[in-house]
Each structure stands twice: as structure tokens, then as C-alpha cells.
């Protein structure tokens, strides 16, 4: 379609909704949409509109306002085309599954890492965006909390992109565990069962940026969050950082173990390794960053507000499988088989859950269920499944009874 044909389509689309087409009316529509003057998506067009807000758009100002815009954008946006069409309807769902939830207490704090206690239980947070960029977010969403064991498939990520698949695979597997995420055990070959548990995420450590000075590797995954996220807002928890260090003792010896494996990479030290392990750990973030990095993931690697690419395709397609088959420690089959998403926990209490083409969802909670996933985090999910078909096999039963997000 040319630019033309296209603004023509997008007038005409919006003259049959409304007998005065205004300024506000266009901004109501993006609103509604998933889109505020935050957003970097939309924030040029709603800042022209601005000035338009009682008028009447013709169509002379309409091609003016939408001059140096992504047209194809708007134009699937005006006709309701984007991936989640009804963007209020799954806002106002994530809605009530928050207010349902907002008493929940179920689950506690984890103890392990003394300082990861310290933090307010109740907060609660629930935050999505999806691959066109639409956002909507409830709760403590400003929140920010370190990213633990959901740093781990950006561990793998950098990793593959910078060794492929077959170099990491020498050095890590990708079976599940069936154990805990620290158990102090390795696979026949003695190598750690897959990335997403401590051992494996410590393997991927050992594989990125060997060469590069210990800050310069640390800012090599935080620059990836940024771009994955479209934030500069990421910032490091130095006290939950000491605080993993000074209580170690299981990954100091899950390391050591595969060193006597002798699993690592030839040219890796061990001591550097296990630092910048905790040190990725004690990233932080907010739940609203989060649910960017997860849709970036859905977007098969590239962050849906920047369209920049970040992870090639065939990245997020091995991280994704291995999120689905190993992201939620040994509650991970269990996963599979009731919410069918790939997805990733850390025991600061966040999820990300990732509905491939589709979303990325961030829940944050801190309280702790048995096997360490965010107790309330797991219900929402349950109860998003009950009510989507996003269940990756959904599809099959073609579920009546259950809506469809992407219309
Ligand atoms: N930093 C934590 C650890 O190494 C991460 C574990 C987690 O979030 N499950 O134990």
C-alpha cells in the first residue's frame, strides 16, 4: 500500500467512528490503545495533537500530523489491528485479577540471601507489553528488585550470541534437572543440566566477554537490559550484591565442582566468574522494565518500542525453549503442563512470562512459595491462563469458552 493509500485508509477509518474528529478524539484512541505520553512510541504524535484538541482534523492536517511518523503503525492502530486489539478488555482482566489478589499472603520471604528479606512483602505488581509496544501496568510497578535467577536466559542469551549453540552446548546442557536450583549436582557428563539454574547460569557466565576487564563484562549485560528494555534505568543492589557474596558457600562449591569436572572453558577463572554470576544477580529492575525485556523476548529478539534488534531470532528460539522446559526451577513441569508459557523466576519474587509474537508479562510479589517461585506471581498466571488461550497446546482444544488476546 502506498503512503498515501495508507493515510487516506487511516482518515477514512477514523471519519466512520466519529462525527467530529478532533484532536482529543485520535488521542483517546491511542490511549485506549496501550499508549501514553510516556511512551516513546507515540509520544510525538500525542504532543502534536496537543495543539489540536477541540479542532477539527482535516484530512490536509491529518497527512501533516502524521508527516514523519511509522504510518503502518498508525494505521493498523486507528483500524484496531494491533496484536492485543482489545487492550482496554485484557487491562481491565489484569484488573480485577489484581484486585482479586491484592489480600493473598500465601508464601514467605526468602532467608537465604539475608538482605532479600528486608523488603516490603505485599508489594504487588503487574505489568505487560506487547510486541506493537502497547503497555499497561497496576500496582508497585515502580518497584525495583534485583533480577536473581531471571537474569539467567540473558546469561545464556549473550552467551550464545557470542559462542553459538555448539560451543555452550560443550559446556552446559539442556535437560531439566528434576532438583533444586542450586542442588550441588551435575549431568553424566559433568557438565550443569541446563542455563537456567545456578550452576548453568555460572557456565554462562564463564562465557561471555572472557577478555574484557571485569566491569567491562558487567557492562556488557547491563547495556543488553538496556537495550532490551529501551531503559537506562538499570541499576545494581551492591547491598543484596555483598550480602549473595558473603553467603555464597553453595555456589562457591557448585563452581568448584565443575571445575574438578573440569566443565569450564579453558581460559575462565573461576573467582571472576562467580563474581560477575552474583554481581548479574544483584541487577535491578522494575517490573514495568521487565515486562519490555519479556516482550523483547516475544518480539524474537528485537525491543518492540526501539525495533532494535538485539538478540537474533534463533537466540530467543533456544532460550525460549529452555525457559519453557527449565524457567521455573522444579515447579517447571508442572508449568508447562497448566500454563504452557516459557517463562522465568527469581527468588526476589519477580516472573516474566513470555507469550511468543504476542506479550511479555512482569509480576512482582515478593512472598515465596515451597520451590521458591512468587507464590501470588504463580496465581496470576494460573488465572490469565484460565481466562486467555495462551497456553502454548490452547490451540488445540480451540477453547470456546476462553478468550482470544489477539482477537
Ligand atoms: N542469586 C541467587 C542464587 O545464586 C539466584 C537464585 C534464584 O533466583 N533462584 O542462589
Given at each position: 500500500?502506498?503512503?498515501?493509500?495508507?493515510?487516506?485508509?487511516?482518515?477514512?477509518?477514523?471519519?466512520?467512528?466519529?462525527?467530529?474528529?478532533?484532536?482529543?478524539?485520535?488521542?483517546?484512541?491511542?490511549?485506549?490503545?496501550?499508549?501514553?505520553?510516556?511512551?516513546?512510541?507515540?509520544?510525538?504524535?500525542?504532543?502534536?495533537?496537543?495543539?489540536?484538541?477541540?479542532?477539527?482534523?482535516?484530512?490536509?492536517?491529518?497527512?501533516?500530523?502524521?508527516?514523519?511518523?511509522?504510518?503502518?503503525?498508525?494505521?493498523?492502530?486507528?483500524?484496531?489491528?494491533?496484536?492485543?486489539?482489545?487492550?482496554?478488555?485484557?487491562?481491565?482482566?489484569?484488573?480485577?485479577?489484581?484486585?482479586?489478589?491484592?489480600?493473598?499472603?500465601?508464601?514467605?520471604?526468602?532467608?537465604?540471601?539475608?538482605?532479600?528479606?528486608?523488603?516490603?512483602?505485599?508489594?504487588?505488581?503487574?505489568?505487560?507489553?506487547?510486541?506493537?509496544?502497547?503497555?499497561?501496568?497496576?500496582?508497585?510497578?515502580?518497584?525495583?528488585?534485583?533480577?536473581?535467577?531471571?537474569?539467567?536466559?540473558?546469561?545464556?542469551?549473550?552467551?550464545?550470541?557470542?559462542?553459538?549453540?555448539?560451543?555452550?552446548?560443550?559446556?552446559?546442557?539442556?535437560?531439566?534437572?528434576?532438583?533444586?536450583?542450586?542442588?550441588?549436582?551435575?549431568?553424566?557428563?559433568?557438565?550443569?543440566?541446563?542455563?537456567?539454574?545456578?550452576?548453568?547460569?555460572?557456565?554462562?557466565?564463564?562465557?561471555?566477554?572472557?577478555?574484557?576487564?571485569?566491569?567491562?563484562r558487567f557492562k556488557h549485560i547491563t547495556n543488553a537490559l538496556s537495550d532490551l528494555s529501551n531503559s537506562h534505568k538499570i541499576t545494581f543492589n551492591n547491598a543484596v550484591y555483598n550480602s549473595e557474596k558473603e553467603t555464597a558457600d553453595r555456589n562457591y562449591a557448585l563452581g568448584y565442582f565443575m571445575r574438578e569436572h573440569k566443565a569450564f572453558p579453558k581460559d575462565a577463572d573461576l573467582h571472576r566468574t562467580l563474581n560477575l554470576y552474583f554481581q548479574a544477580c544483584s541487577i535491578?529492575?522494575?517490573?514495568?522494565?521487565?515486562?519490555?525485556?519479556?516482550?523483547?523476548?516475544?518480539?524474537?529478539?528485537?525491543?518492540?518500542?526501539?525495533?532494535?534488534?538485539?538478540?537474533?531470532?534463533?537466540?530467543?528460539?533456544?532460550?525460549?525453549?529452555?525457559?519453557?522446559?527449565?524457567?521455573?526451577?522444579?515447579?517447571?513441569?508442572?508449568?508447562?503442563?497448566?500454563?504452557?508459557?516459557?517463562?522465568?523466576?527469581?527468588?526476589?519474587?519477580?516472573?516474566?512470562?513470555?507469550?511468543?509474537?504476542?506479550?511479555?508479562?512482569?509480576?512482582?510479589?515478593?512472598?515465596?512459595?515451597?520451590?521458591?517461585?512468587?507464590?501470588?506471581?504463580?496465581?496470576?498466571?494460573?488465572?490469565?491462563?484460565?481466562?486467555?488461550?495462551?497456553?502454548?497446546?490452547?490451540?488445540?482444544?480451540?477453547?470456546?469458552?476462553?478468550?482470544?488476546?489477539?482477537?
Amino acid at each position: 500500500m502506498s503512503l498515501n493509500a495508507q493515510l487516506e485508509s487511516s482518515y477514512a477509518v477514523l471519519m466512520q467512528q466519529t462525527d467530529k474528529l478532533t484532536g482529543a478524539f485520535i488521542q483517546q484512541k491511542i490511549y485506549k490503545a496501550g499508549f501514553d505520553q510516556r511512551s516513546d512510541k507515540t509520544i510525538n504524535l500525542l504532543e502534536k495533537l496537543d495543539l489540536h484538541i477541540k479542532s477539527d482534523i482535516t484530512y490536509d492536517v491529518f497527512c501533516e500530523l502524521l508527516k514523519d511518523e511509522d504510518i503502518a503503525f498508525y494505521q493498523r492502530l486507528f483500524e484496531e489491528r494491533l496484536v492485543v486489539p482489545d487492550f482496554a478488555g485484557f487491562c481491565e482482566s489484569i484488573q480485577e485479577i489484581y484486585s482479586q489478589l491484592q489480600l493473598d499472603q500465601k508464601g514467605k520471604l526468602p532467608t537465604y540471601i539475608p538482605e532479600l528479606k528486608k523488603v516490603d512483602p505485599d508489594q504487588f505488581a503487574i505489568a505487560a507489553c506487547t510486541v506493537d509496544g502497547q503497555q499497561f501496568h497496576i500496582g508497585d510497578y515502580k518497584s525495583r528488585f534485583c533480577m536473581q535467577s531471571m537474569i539467567k536466559p540473558v546469561l545464556y542469551a549473550l552467551a550464545l550470541e557470542e559462542n553459538g549453540i555448539h560451543y555452550v552446548h560443550k559446556h552446559v546442557g539442556r535437560e531439566p534437572s528434576g532438583r533444586n536450583f542450586n542442588e550441588l549436582t551435575l549431568n553424566d557428563e559433568g557438565l550443569p543440566h541446563n542455563p537456567m539454574i545456578n550452576a548453568g547460569a555460572i557456565m554462562s557466565c564463564a562465557m561471555i566477554k572472557k577478555r574484557l576487564s571485569p566491569a567491562g563484562r558487567f557492562k556488557h549485560i547491563t547495556n543488553a537490559l538496556s537495550d532490551l528494555s529501551n531503559s537506562h534505568k538499570i541499576t545494581f543492589n551492591n547491598a543484596v550484591y555483598n550480602s549473595e557474596k558473603e553467603t555464597a558457600d553453595r555456589n562457591y562449591a557448585l563452581g568448584y565442582f565443575m571445575r574438578e569436572h573440569k566443565a569450564f572453558p579453558k581460559d575462565a577463572d573461576l573467582h571472576r566468574t562467580l563474581n560477575l554470576y552474583f554481581q548479574a544477580c544483584s541487577i535491578e529492575v522494575n517490573s514495568e522494565i521487565l515486562a519490555i525485556i519479556a516482550a523483547s523476548f516475544a518480539n524474537a529478539g528485537t525491543n518492540p518500542i526501539t525495533q532494535k534488534e538485539v538478540f537474533k531470532p534463533e537466540t530467543i528460539k533456544n532460550c525460549l525453549s529452555l525457559m519453557y522446559s527449565c524457567g521455573m526451577y522444579d515447579y517447571s513441569g508442572e508449568w508447562a503442563f497448566s500454563i504452557g508459557l516459557p517463562a522465568k523466576s527469581g527468588v526476589s519474587g519477580g516472573i516474566y512470562v513470555v507469550i511468543p509474537d504476542v506479550m511479555g508479562i512482569c509480576i512482582y510479589s515478593p512472598r515465596l512459595d515451597k520451590l521458591g517461585n512468587s507464590a501470588r506471581g504463580i496465581e496470576v498466571c494460573k488465572r490469565l491462563v484460565e481466562r486467555y488461550n495462551v497456553h502454548n497446546y490452547d490451540s488445540i482444544l480451540r477453547c470456546p469458552n476462553k478468550i482470544s488476546l489477539t482477537g
